[in-house]
Nanobody, 130 residues
């Protein structure tokens, strides 16, 4: 079992950058796909980006392509979400989640539905002012 913990949220202005971190407070991210989701005010939670821990496959949602970069540090057991050129529409609580895959071949297929993710962090608030 792995417990993700997010950090790095805050209040920034439009056009600024922010980097979120997701660390495994217990367990490891081995055999997992690590996803970032967000839930804005009055909106449903949505997929943002994900990376497979061993295979290194990456996927982005269209609204963040070209602005956000997801990466992982195996030694630190941490996943990062670098968010550039932030917009007010990016305002949301950002969640990190882990989708445990028992086989390496399964890590080549990233699932974007939140029901596929087994372990969730508490979330970190990102607010972008205009």
């Amino acid at each position: 079992q792995v417990q993700p913990v997010e950090s790095g949220g805050g209040l920034v202005q439009a056009g600024d950058s922010l980097r979120l971190s997701c660390a495994a407070s217990t367990g490891t991210f081995s055999h997992c796909i690590i996803g970032w989701f967000r839930q804005g005010p009055g909106k449903e939670r949505e997929f943002v980006a994900a990376v497979s821990w061993s295979a290194g496959v990456i996927s982005y949602a269209d609204p963040v392509k070209g602005r956000f970069i997801i990466s992982r540090d195996n030694a630190k057991n941490t996943v990062y979400l670098q968010m550039n050129n932030l917009k007010p529409d990016d305002t949301a609580v950002y969640y990190c989640a882990a989708d445990f895959r028992s086989r390496l071949v399964d890590e080549f297929s990233i699932r974007v539905g939140e029901s596929a993710y087994d372990y969730w962090g508490q979330g970190t608030q990102v607010t972008v002012s205009s």
